[in-house]
C-alpha cells in the first residue's frame, strides 16, 4: 500500500511549473480594444478640428456683413498667437510591437485598461486650445463691431448738425428775400428773324380794292373833296415780309372853291398807273402792320370847271401826265393762307398839275379796303 502524500506539498508540485497562459480570443480582444480606443481618438480629434474650422468662416462672414460698408482697411483682425501654447495636431504613437510580439509575462503586469494614456491628454489639450482660439477671434470681431458701431454714431451726428445748419442757413436768406422786393426782369423780346433769301410759299398776288378819296389843295379852301374810287393791285412777293406792286386805278376827284364871289366846283379825272414797294413789319401774329412807298404816273383823262354861270371845259389848265409822290400804312388780317384782307391809308402829292402858276399844290387822301388774293 502506497504511504500518503501531504496534499499541500502535491498542489506545490502541481503548480510550480505552470504558468497561467491566455487564450488565444484573449489576446484578439485585447488588439481590438486598443485599435477602438485609437480610432476613437482620431475620430473626436478630427470632429473637434472639423468644427472649429467650421466655425471660424461663419464668424468671419458674421463680422463681415456687419462691417460690409467700411473699407477693409479700416478694420483689421489681429492674428491669435499664443506664446505659451501652439495648436498642434495631436499625434497618436503607433506601437512599436505588435500584439503578438508583447510578451505575454509583460501583460501580467501591464494594466488592461489604456484609457487614461497620454494620447487622451494631448487630444483635451488641443480642444482647449481650438476653444480658446474661437473664443479670442469672436472677442476680436465684436470689438471691431463696437468701434464701427461708434464711428458711425459719430458721423451720423456729424451729418445731422450739418443738415440743421444748412436748415438754418436757408430759412435766413428765404427771410431776407422775403424782405427785399424782387426786381421784375425785363423780358427781351423775341424776333423771329427771317432771312432775306428765303422764297415765300406764295409768291404773287392780286389785290381788288376800293377806296375813298379826299381831294383838297395847300394854299385853297376847299370844300366836298371826297370821291369813291377802285383800282387793283398786281404784286410779287420776293421775301416773305417784302413786296413790289403795280396796278391801275380809275381816280376821278372834286372840289369846291371860292373865286371871284362865286362857287367853282373843278372836277378832274386820272388813271393812275402805281409802282410801289410795301414791306411788313411783324408776320408773327395773323393781324399784322406794314408800310409802302412809291410813286404813280397819273395820265389826265378830263378836267372841267363848273359854276353859276356854266360848266366849262379847262383841261388845257392841268399838265397831261404827272408823278405824285406815294406813303402810307396798311393794317391786313390773314384769313387763311391764301386769303387777307387788306386796309391801307395813302398820302400823295401831286407835282406840277397846272400849266400855269397857282398858288394851290393839290393832294389827295386815299382809304382803300380789300381782299388780297395769294398764289
Known amino acids: 500500500m502506497e504511504a500518503k502524500k501531504d496534499i499541500g506539498f502535491v498542489v506545490k508540485e502541481t503548480l510550480q511549473n505552470y504558468s497561467p497562459t491566455p487564450d488565444d480570443s484573449v489576446w484578439e480582444s485585447i488588439a481590438t480594444d486598443l485599435q477602438k480606443d485609437q480610432r476613437r481618438r482620431r475620430i473626436l480629434f478630427y470632429w473637434l478640428l472639423g468644427a472649429g474650422m467650421l466655425l471660424i468662416p461663419i464668424l468671419l462672414l458674421i463680422g463681415s456683413s456687419n462691417v460690409s460698408d467700411e473699407n477693409p482697411e479700416d478694420i483689421f483682425i489681429e492674428p491669435i498667437i499664443n506664446n505659451d501654447q501652439t495648436h498642434r495636431t495631436p499625434v497618436i504613437p503607433k506601437p512599436t510591437k505588435t500584439v503578438d510580439s508583447i510578451s505575454k509575462p509583460a501583460l501580467k503586469n501591464s494594466p488592461i485598461n489604456l484609457k487614461n494614456s497620454k494620447d487622451d491628454c494631448a487630444c483635451d489639450s488641443s480642444s482647449k486650445t481650438s476653444i480658446e482660439s474661437r473664443e ?13 458701431r ?24 428765404t427771410f431776407e428775400q422775403k424782405k427785399t422786393p424782387k426786381k421784375k426782369k425785363k423780358k427781351a423780346p423775341v424776333v423771329k428773324e427771317i432771312k432775306e433769301n428765303v422764297k415765300p410759299e406764295e409768291e404773287w398776288s392780286i389785290f381788288p380794292y376800293v377806296s375813298l378819296d379826299h381831294y383838297n389843295a395847300f394854299n385853297l379852301k376847299t370844300k366836298n373833296q371826297n370821291s369813291i374810287n377802285y383800282g387793283v393791285y398786281f404784286s410779287y412777293y420776293t421775301t416773305p ?16 372853291f371860292q373865286n371871284g364871289g362865286l362857287t367853282n366846283t373843278q372836277e378832274v379825272s386820272y388813271l393812275e398807273i402805281p409802282l410801289e414797294i410795301r414791306y411788313i413789319l411783324d408776320s408773327k401774329n395773323s393781324l399784322y402792320p406794314s408800310v409802302t412807298g412809291g ?6 383823262d378830263k378836267a372841267s370847271l ?18 405824285s409822290f406815294n406813303l402810307g400804312a396798311g393794317l391786313h388780317k390773314n384769313l387763311n393762307k391764301h386769303f387777307s384782307i387788306n386796309t391801307e391809308m395813302f398820302f400823295k402829292y401831286h407835282l406840277k398839275p397846272y400849266t400855269q402858276n397857282f398858288d394851290a399844290v393839290p393832294y389827295t387822301l386815299s382809304f382803300n379796303i380789300g381782299v388780297e388774293y395769294k398764289f
Not at 138 to 148: C, D, I, R, Y
Open 306 to 323: 363848273s359854276n353859276t354861270t356854266g360848266i366849262t371845259t379847262n383841261k388845257g389848265d392841268f399838265t397831261n401826265n404827272i408823278l
Open 150 to 173: 461708434t464711428v458711425e454714431h459719430l458721423e451720423d451726428v456729424a451729418i445731422k448738425d450739418h443738415i440743421t445748419q444748412l436748415t438754418n442757413e436757408l430759412t435766413e436768406k
Open 241 to 256: 415780309k417784302t413786296m413790289i406792286r403795280t396796278g391801275f386805278k380809275k381816280l376821278s376827284l372834286s372840289h369846291d
Open 295 to 300: 410813286i404813280s404816273y397819273l395820265f389826265l
Open 136 to 148: 479670442e477671434l469672436s472677442t476680436q470681431v465684436e470689438t471691431n463691431l463696437k468701434k464701427k
